[in-house]
């Protein structure tokens, strides 16, 4: 299957906006890029699981509410 290379364009950005941020954090710490990176993945992964946690926390609630409405307990 052949794909036009323009649909994943944003992809190459994407990936050189990432080094170029890399690279001047790294400059401006003086850390290696490789500890920067390596930072930036750990930091990364804490965020994604706290927000798929609040993420599900808030559609547990949507769905108490929703619940809570259909039984007649909370009239908007």
């Known amino acids: 299957m052949f794909l036009p290379t323009h649909l994943f364009a944003?992809?190459?950005l994407l990936g050189g906006s990432v080094r170029a941020g890399l690279?001047?954090?790294?400059?401006h710490t003086g850390?290696?890029?490789?500890v920067v990176a390596a930072m930036a993945l750990?930091?990364?992964?804490h965020l994604?699981?706290?927000t798929l946690r609040f993420a599900v926390?808030?559609?547990?609630?949507?769905?108490?509410?929703?619940?809570?409405?259909?039984?007649?307990?909370?009239?908007?």
Request: net charge positive.
């Open 10 to 12: 944003w992809a190459s």
């Open 23 to 27: 690279e001047w954090a790294s400059h």
């Open 31 to 34: 850390l290696p890029v490789i």
């Open 42 to 45: 750990v930091a990364s992964w």
């Open 48 to 50: 994604f699981r706290r």
């Open 57 to 76: 926390e808030v559609a547990l609630a949507v769905a108490v509410l929703l619940v809570a409405t259909r039984l007649g307990l909370l009239s908007w």
